[in-house]
């Protein structure tokens, strides 16, 4: 078992990785300070994994919820059902809430944690690698709104997680693959030499060789958690760790929700940001070969969806989160293992990159 | 005008206090970070205020939502209302949400900032006396769920404070006293020098004497302040700021929500912890004599409700957010000026306080 310790000073906790680490109840139990501790999951996970996280938490005042499985559910009337349970359970502000499962149960419980009565203790049990690799650090906890994801959330930090790569032996195909969308992102944006062994490692990888994925997870948690700790609320390098979304959320949403993975259309994403990096002379074009051949063989599409054109894809990048004061915000890389945000370039060029790609798709 | 500074670090933030600060644009404007600027407000408000604090955000690209009017609106649904238009609307999360109202509209639209986008700028315009004592300083926000008040929400700093104290000329009277009860609770938990200035300006604060209310502000204000900035998260002194709110959230909830007003059930509930006090020893009946004189000259309730009996209070108050594993915890008086938190106490002794409030209310 590998452990990553996230350090935010009081609020440092512990990324425990590894095989079988669900039927270990000595890593769970220490950090629950309460005797009230509520499993969330959902219809899908609750099967596979709920048992053996019962069975650790023998002796606590225990209760659960099962969500239904889904995007479309992570919304304030599903988090309002966890709030139900709670308080008709009386459980009080020193519980603890405990995911089990990706990331919108994840993130909506983590959410929930930091609202009930002002905020109780979380603790992650996240089975996708996305979620492994994504939702473990950094905190960011929230719901979706009909007119935007993650419009509605918080900050709250759990108290330890727990990422079993053995629940990663459930994880259909096109899962796995778009969490290493996210996997090969911090390579991108800040490791180099992390990209480097990814390419070497992509089949065992793919074949979910457990010992790769433990490296690829940890290596992963352990970037982003450089680039929390240095800066927990996202005023500068953090925005790094979008590389890839903003196309990326355009993509989700010019497919219709639910259409795309989060993870594939990062992935896509990456690919256009490396293009319109490469088209702005920041890197080679034997750069831009090496990010489209790492990701096709990990599963992930090069091309957006067909049926959008460069005005949809504008108007849908405007809308991000990025955009401060109507300018388009971008991750661009500089060099494999070195990403910039910048909202200085020529737009024309963007739009040769999107024309390009959108031709390609059609 | 008086300035208060709340101190907590990074996130201080001024409590302007005295007349004819919403006709003062300068207050208001330098604490608007972005260009965004929503004004919250409630339906007995807006047409009030709503005006002079239109005009002073001239220039902003602004947008208003206007409540209905009512502690029982202060839910979920109605925070997502407030979702609904910022979205619509675009804002972002350089944004700015400024409360205009009483408590309900402070704790819904600081919770609507603390989780929309993960948190944008807050600004507070507190339009009652009990707003203007208690939301002002704490960071405290949220709204109720149907199975208790305040169960769901957040801390979130607003960057400005205004409490002008001309708004308080269209309180209704029964508000006033309310509000006043908060203030006494300052002066009985930490500041016999305030309290003795209470008992000699009780008249001027019924009369609505600007200078009398603005002292009372700023006073019980920097009370509260020095109690938060020492103790951010409640872990310790923070519950003495609860005098007489046990007590209090159960005669709120025996009478039924919204027929007594939050500070009528605080102002019987401080009443009866000191009786409570007086029957352990640890004050004598002077002083609990002095604490009914100053409740029943701010037209404040000595008695519960009608109704009650000591079994339904137990109940009652054991649902409170203040019990730890079974025990009721108390904040009780040690002198006038000096307050504990304790579960250190005599059941029985309690259930004597309970019998002689229940049968003189019967």
């Given at each position: 078992?590998?452990?990553?310790t996230?350090?935010?000073?009081?609020?440092s906790?512990?990324?425990?990785?590894?095989?079988?680490?669900?039927?270990?109840?000595?890593?769970?139990?220490p950090?629950?300070?309460g005797?009230q501790?509520?499993?969330?999951?959902?219809?899908?996970?609750?099967?596979?994994?709920?048992?053996?996280?019962?069975?650790?938490?023998?002796?606590?005042?225990?209760?659960?919820?099962?969500?239904?499985?889904?995007?479309?559910?992570?919304?304030?009337?599903?988090?309002?059902?966890?709030?139900?349970?709670?308080?008709?359970?009386?459980?009080?502000?020193?519980?603890?809430?405990?995911?089990?499962?990706?990331?919108?149960v994840?993130?909506?419980?983590?959410?929930?944690?930091?609202?009930?009565?002002?905020?109780?203790?979380f603790?992650?049990?996240?089975?996708?690698?996305?979620?492994?690799?994504?939702?473990?650090?950094?905190?960011?906890?929230?719901?979706?709104?009909?007119?935007?994801?993650?419009?509605?959330?918080?900050f709250?930090?759990?108290?330890?997680?727990?990422?079993?790569?053995?629940?990663?032996?459930?994880?259909?195909?096109?899962?796995?693959?778009?969490?290493?969308?996210?996997?090969?992102?911090?390579?991108?944006?800040?490791?180099?030499?992390f990209?480097?062994?990814?390419e070497?490692?992509?089949?065992?990888?793919?074949?979910?060789?457990?010992e790769?994925?433990?490296?690829a997870?940890?290596r992963?948690?352990?970037?982003?958690?450089?680039?929390?700790?240095?800066?927990?609320?996202?005023?500068?390098?953090r925005?790094?760790?979008?590389?890839?979304?903003?196309?990326?959320?355009?993509?989700?949403?010019?497919?219709?929700?639910g259409?795309w993975?989060?993870?594939?259309?990062?992935?896509?994403?990456?690919?256009?940001?490396?293009?319109?990096?490469?088209r702005?002379?920041?890197?080679?074009?034997?750069?831009?070969?090496?990010?489209?051949?790492?990701?096709?063989?990990?599963g992930?599409?090069?091309?957006p969806?067909?049926?959008?054109?460069?005005?949809?894809?504008?108007?849908?990048?405007?809308?991000?989160k990025?955009?401060?004061?109507?300018?388009?915000?971008?991750?661009?890389?500089?060099?494999?293992?070195?990403?910039?945000?910048?909202?200085?370039?020529?737009?024309?060029?963007?739009?040769?990159?999107?024309?390009?790609?959108?031709?390609?798709?059609?």
């Amino acid at each position: 078992m590998k452990t990553l310790t996230v350090d935010l000073g009081k609020r440092s906790y512990p990324i425990y990785i590894g095989r079988g680490l669900l039927r270990q109840p000595e890593l769970l139990r220490p950090h629950i300070p309460g005797r009230q501790v509520m499993v969330v999951s959902n219809e899908v996970v609750a099967p596979l994994y709920l048992e053996p996280v019962r069975a650790a938490l023998e002796g606590f005042e225990t209760a659960e919820v099962i969500l239904p499985d889904g995007e479309q559910y992570k919304t304030l009337d599903t988090l309002n059902t966890i709030f139900d349970r709670l308080l008709e359970k009386r459980f009080n502000r020193t519980c603890t809430l405990v995911a089990l499962g990706g990331g919108v149960v994840g993130d909506i419980t983590g959410f929930a944690a930091a609202t009930y009565q002002r905020g109780v203790h979380f603790i992650q049990i996240p089975t996708t690698l996305l979620a492994q690799v994504d939702s473990s650090v950094g905190g960011k906890t929230g719901v979706n709104h009909p007119l935007g994801k993650n419009m509605i959330g918080a900050f709250h930090q759990p108290r330890a997680v727990l990422a079993d790569t053995d629940t990663l032996d459930t994880l259909d195909d096109r899962q796995l693959s778009a969490g290493l969308a996210e996997v090969i992102k911090y390579g991108l944006i800040r490791d180099a030499a992390f990209f480097d062994w990814l390419e070497r490692h992509t089949v065992d990888l793919m074949n979910r060789h457990p010992e790769a994925l433990a490296e690829a997870i940890e290596r992963s948690c352990r970037n982003k958690a450089e680039v929390v700790a240095a800066d927990e609320r996202e005023a500068g390098q953090r925005a790094l760790l979008n590389l890839g979304h903003t196309f990326g959320h355009a993509i989700e949403t010019g497919a219709g929700y639910g259409v795309w993975l989060h993870g594939e259309a990062v992935g896509a994403g990456m690919y256009m940001a490396a293009d319109l990096s490469r088209r702005l002379g920041w890197i080679g074009n034997d750069d831009q070969v090496r990010v489209g051949r790492i990701l096709e063989a990990s599963g992930l599409p090069l091309e957006p969806p067909r049926g959008m054109d460069p005005d949809r894809f504008l108007e849908l990048m405007a809308v991000d989160k990025k955009v401060l004061d109507g300018r388009i915000r971008l991750v661009l890389l500089k060099a494999i293992g070195e990403a910039v945000v910048t909202d200085q370039f020529d737009p024309a060029i963007l739009r040769a990159t999107l024309e390009s790609f959108c031709s390609a798709a059609a």
